[in-house]
């Protein structure tokens, strides 16, 4: 009788036949190389579950690998699954690519610990659900919890122990570390498939992403080890908030891997929806789909709604123009209110800009003084819950269906604040339209929060109620704590412009005016004493415009007939300053050739010196006794020249500003004064 080999020789022979490496051997059965040494050696015997590992691996029987002595039925590893409360699965549509990536992760790559993360509703349960369902006949166990109650880890832990043990009862009276590291231990010496759903449960309302709530920190240090310890199983997790854990160990060649799950495509999408009764051309249902950016959940509430409401027509609900309603708001609002308020904050400014925007134009709508790296790490924690979506690598903006129901929610805020009438921080810290907005997004601005905010507080305060309430809001804002900046007064206003109130004597004095729209809008008569414009956006609405000069930087200086003085970034046609102090029109105005300083002359019989990054007035010269019509400064800024109606050119020293000379012979009033290059001419006509 042919003398049979013992197992470690076999081993070795039928790993050599295959051209493998023992490290190649251990990564197939979830060992390592140290042990696969040591068995081809034999120095050890492999446990029950790695015979018949190898057994399968090599297309063997038990005795023709010389194992007939040591297997016996006992020792063959029992194939378990306890489901807990994962779905039939019934009712999954595509996902293919996303189910052979994540397949291929789990038996080729042979990673430790999978994250599937995305927003609610996009499939996340459904999808693992399927990869456990593939996947399982790899594993000697499979083990399934949802943490949607939030249950402690040790609960969990102990029930996972009990399962994959066959033991009925543990020591409860261990810790939860010496629990962690059995359950560690079970881990590596079985092939286990743990899936633990709805994770998000477990981690802390109004903080940033990944922290966890109270007494649940335990589980980080769980997810810690599962990346960092070497197991042979497999845990999948899912999340609509990536744990900090995974941040920190992920990555495409590591045994820790996140996988952010997407809308489904269009065909899925329809596919889904087959049996809902709906009717609609290809491109009713493209726009349908990307609305709601194929979110699985979001297009099955959907369509309840247009079978129900709209008869199953598609083209009819589409031109309603409403995304976020009924059950798609819940949806979306249970993920909203686990926001901290600086990612609420920055959620609004989104929802306002309503186009992709970078970085540091969210960094400038902020009223709070923050750091920009604190606005990124916000930024952040919102990706990691896959509310915002990156355009290009430096844009950020929000889904449509995301858009909307933030927007709603700015606005209702608003109206909530304005009839509790105790504080007004939505309306100081948000601009219900900016002025720097391009054309169509300032539209969408008026037409989706400014008049939706007004047309609802009509209905409670009427047209003069509302205008009277607004006005109130001025003295309240000049009054309070937060009265140097922010967005009211510019809100104030853009409400009373569209209620088509009239500003005769409103009083928006020692306020800031900021992101003003004012283009063809009149403003006769409203009292802007020692306001503060920034930012902000019209054209000649105080009067006829006398006068304009060209400064340094695209700076255009413009003088009214009332008596104003404007500067303008002429390129973008934004106001940056105003300058107040003259009574009547102004007619002629003149830059310091190496400063900030402007020099105005005016029907007033004065001459003004301004800073115009201020609009602080620094000097008025009164010695002419007639309207002064004309200035200019000398080449080398020593000197300025005026000339008035009462038939004089006076020189100034800049520096003293005392009159040097008075210079007389003109018959009527002068109107231009003009140096020479060099300076050594002075021209008066």
């Known amino acids: 009788m042919e003398q049979r080999l013992p197992f470690h020789q076999l081993l070795k022979y039928e790993r050599e036949q295959r051209g493998w490496s023992q490290a190649d051997l251990a990564e197939k059965v979830g060992s390592d190389t140290k042990t696969v040494y040591r068995w081809e050696n034999g120095k050890s015997t492999p446990r029950p579950y790695f015979r018949q590992m190898f057994a399968e691996l090599f297309g063997k029987n038990p005795d023709e690998l010389g194992l007939a002595d040591e297997v016996t039925t006992a020792d063959l590893p029992t194939h378990r699954e306890d489901w807990g409360e994962a779905p039939l699965g019934s009712d999954f549509f595509g996902r293919e690519q996303e189910l052979l990536e994540l397949t291929q992760w789990v038996l080729e790559d042979r990673c430790q610990f999978i994250a599937i993360l995305g927003i609610g509703g996009i499939g996340k349960t459904a999808l693992s659900t399927a990869v456990a369902k593939r996947v399982h006949h790899g594993f000697e166990h499979v083990f399934w919890r949802s943490l949607q109650n939030a249950p402690p880890l040790r609960h969990i832990v102990q029930q996972c122990l009990q399962y994959v043990s066959g033991q009925q009862r543990l020591d409860t009276s261990e810790s939860i570390d010496e629990q962690l590291l059995l359950f560690i231990q079970y881990l590596q010496g079985h092939r286990c498939l743990l899936v633990l759903d709805n994770v998000e449960s477990i981690m802390e309302v109004g903080q940033r992403a990944g922290q966890y709530k109270k007494n649940y920190e335990d589980y980080g240090h769980l997810f810690r080890l599962l990346g960092t310890t070497q197991h042979q199983s497999c845990v999948l997790l899912t999340s609509r908030e990536k744990p900090k854990e995974v941040a920190l160990q992920d990555g495409r060649s590591s045994a820790v891997r996140s996988f952010a799950l997407g809308g489904v495509e269009s065909h899925t999408g329809r596919e889904m929806l087959r049996d809902q009764e709906l009717t609609g051309s ?312 190496y400063g900030n300083m402007l020099a105005s002359s005016s029907d007033d019989q004065t001459i003004r010196l301004w800073n115009s990054l201020t609009g602080e007035c620094l000097k008025t010269l009164r010695d002419h006794t007639n309207r002064v019509r004309t200035v200019a400064f000398s080449p080398d800024g020593t000197l300025l020249a005026s000339g008035s109606d009462d038939q004089t050119v006076r020189l100034w020293q800049v520096h003293t500003w005392r009159c040097l000379a008075i210079l007389q012979g003109h018959q009527g009033r002068v109107w231009s004064v003009a140096f020479s290059p060099d300076g050594s001419v002075l021209a008066t006509g």
């Open 282 to 593: 290809d491109k009713d249902w493209e726009t349908l789909i990307s609305r709601y950016s194929g979110n699985p959940l979001a297009l099955k509430l959907v369509s309840e709604a247009v079978y129900g409401l709209f008869s199953g027509d598609l083209a009819r609900f589409l031109q309603e123009g409403e995304l976020a309603f009924g059950d798609i708001d819940e949806l979306i609002g249970q993920q909203f209110w686990r926001l901290s308020a600086q990612e609420r904050e920055i959620l609004y400014w989104l929802a306002i800009e309503r186009e992709p925007v970078s970085l540091d134009c969210v960094y400038d709508d902020l009223v709070r003084t923050t750091r920009k790296g604190v606005v990124l790490g916000t930024l952040d924690s919102l990706y990691q819950r896959f509310l915002i979506e990156i355009r290009g690598g430096t844009q950020f903006t929000l889904q449509p269906v995301i858009m909307e129901y933030v927007t709603n929610d700015l606005v209702k805020r608003a109206c909530e604040e304005f009839c509790a009438g105790t504080t007004y921080e939505v309306w100081n810290n948000y601009a219900f339209v900016k002025a720097q907005s391009k054309d169509y997004v300032r539209e969408s601005q008026q037409r989706l929060l400014l008049k939706s905010l007004v047309q609802q507080l009509l209905a409670d305060f009427g047209q003069d109620g509302l205008a009277e309430r607004l006005k109130q809001m001025l003295t309240l804002r000049r009054q309070g704590s937060w009265a140097q900046g922010g967005y009211l007064a510019t809100n104030v206003l853009h409400g009373l412009i569209c209620l088509g109130t009239d500003l005769r004597g409103a009083d928006f004095s020692r306020l800031m005016i900021k992101q003003a729209y004012l283009q063809d809008v009149a403003l006769p008569g409203v009292n802007f004493a020692q306001s503060h414009f920034v930012s902000s956006t019209f054209l000649s609405m105080f009067g006829n415009v006398h006068t304009t000069t060209w400064g340094q930087g695209q700076l255009l200086a413009m003088g009214t007939a009332t008596g104003e003085i404007w500067i303008y970034q002429a390129l973008q046609g934004i106001a940056l300053k105003s300058c107040r102090g003259h009574t009547d029109g102004i007619w002629s105005l003149a830059w310091y050739p």
